[in-house]
């Protein structure tokens, strides 16, 4: 079984792709050939994770997140105390040797068979936040989100709080994503993506003095259904936090929400409604005053595009630049997973390869801004001749990592580094 995150990705896969039979033994090839060279020493220095499970069908590599020299991966399919239960792995970059090892895994205490714990996650310096949301989409249900910290004395991580929720109106699954910033987290509930009945939910929790982690505020938008179901997917970055609001169908574009708090009164209000976001599922990062959301059915030949948003001096979000690949490729997916940390923009969709006209693997795009042409431009592709390469990707730091997940071989997870 899949994660939620993997299910996505294959959805949208099998709708956006559409190979020949002999695709899986090109790619296959392809993949051997590349993975048979040294990575660490290709231009794009590309290191893959080592993890020690090699169960096909984990699910490694579903969901990522870095910052700074610390990268956490989850495995939501692991059989841990039971069948998808779930966990997370901590790997740490030794600054001296350059390489990446496994620091920590972490497991709730209340471990529970199909919890997919590690669906989504985010990391924040010493403290983590993982989901475990093994309901389906639409269903509404509780899930969780648990807190671990790193003790800075034993360098061992724990599980110091643990937090679920039920709501009294229908909003979906909850903790379908969250994002940490310090002693703030957002947590978003996925809605009724599958019948539109009904819309989800955003909750902003804040950490006390106490290390108790209260809910301060509940978002929604202020649109329709007819603008996208809210929720889902979410981003937080200091004052400033993104909501995503997608349809399920193709041919009725979604939307992102865009929040901002207020520093004098802790309150949080829309700032504005972005509509016209033409993806199944949006996959949105948010740096500072930057909004980078995929649209991966939009664009030249429905190849995909990647629309980079910025906040000008007078507090007005508006549209920096429409970022497409250099060689675009009819349903190629561009802008299925994002990321952005100010500096470079990473986006995943799929490439021709050996000169076929239909897809065979997918790759990472990564832009960089130039200051001279003030747009960003393509730099490199990062690819390892995989169909599943690009499941998750973050990147901080001057380094990205990114997942790769399939039914057919054990999820992996490779860093890259960007700067």
């Known amino acids: 079984m899949h994660s939620f995150l993997t299910l996505h990705s294959l959805l949208k896969s099998s709708l956006l792709k559409n190979r020949r039979p002999s695709t899986r033994i090109l790619g296959l090839l392809l993949t051997a050939l590349l993975l048979l060279a040294p990575l660490q020493q290709v231009e794009a220095q590309i290191f893959k994770i080592p993890h020690p499970d090699t169960t096909i069908g984990n699910a490694f590599g579903s969901s990522v997140a870095i910052d700074g020299n610390r990268a956490l991966v989850g495995a939501s399919a692991e059989r841990t105390c039971g069948p998808n239960a779930g966990a997370a792995y901590v790997f740490e970059r030794d600054s001296t040797e350059g390489t990446w090892s496994q620091a920590a895994r972490l497991t709730p205490r209340d471990c529970v068979i199909g919890d997919f714990f590690g ?23 509780s899930n969780a989100a648990y807190i671990f910290e790193r003790d800075s004395t034993s360098g061992e991580w724990k599980e110091v709080f643990k937090i679920s929720h039920r709501s009294d109106v229908e909003e979906g699954s909850f903790a379908a994503s969250v994002s940490l910033d310090g002693d703030r987290l957002l947590v978003a509930t996925s809605g009724d993506p599958i019948r539109h009945e009904y819309s989800g939910a955003a909750y902003i929790y804040e950490r006390n003095d106490a290390g108790i982690w209260k809910q301060t505020t509940r978002l929604s938008g202020s649109g329709s259904r007819a603008y996208g179901v809210f929720g889902g997917s979410g981003a937080l970055d200091g004052d400033y936090a993104v909501v995503t609001a997608s349809m399920y169908y193709k041919e009725k574009p979604g939307s992102l929400y865009i929040f901002e708090r207020d520093p004098q009164t802790n309150r949080w209000s829309e700032a504005k409604r972005i509509g016209g976001i033409d993806d199944i599922f949006i996959s949105v990062a948010l740096d500072d005053k930057y909004i980078l959301a995929g649209e991966s059915l939009d664009g030249s030949k429905k190849s995909g595009i990647a629309t980079l948003y910025e906040r000008s001096e007078d507090g007005v979000w508006g549209l920096k630049q429409i970022i497409k690949p250099n060689v675009p490729y009819k349903s190629g997916a561009f802008g299925s997973t994002v990321s952005f940390d100010g500096q470079s923009a990473l986006i995943a969709g799929y490439d021709e390869q050996l000169g076929k006209n239909f897809n065979i693997d997918r790759v990472v795009y990564e832009f960089r801004y130039s200051s001279a042409l003030d747009e960003w431009k393509q730099r490199r592709i990062f690819d390892v001749g995989a169909v599943d390469f690009g499941t998750a990707i973050a990147a901080g730091g001057g380094f990205a990592v990114i997942g790769q997940v399939s039914d057919q071989q054990p999820g992996a997870a490779y860093v890259v580094k960007i700067r």
């Open 119 to 141: 669906r989504s996650l985010s990391i924040s310096g010493d403290r983590a936040v993982i989901a475990a949301s093994g309901a389906f989409p639409s269903r509404n249900a």
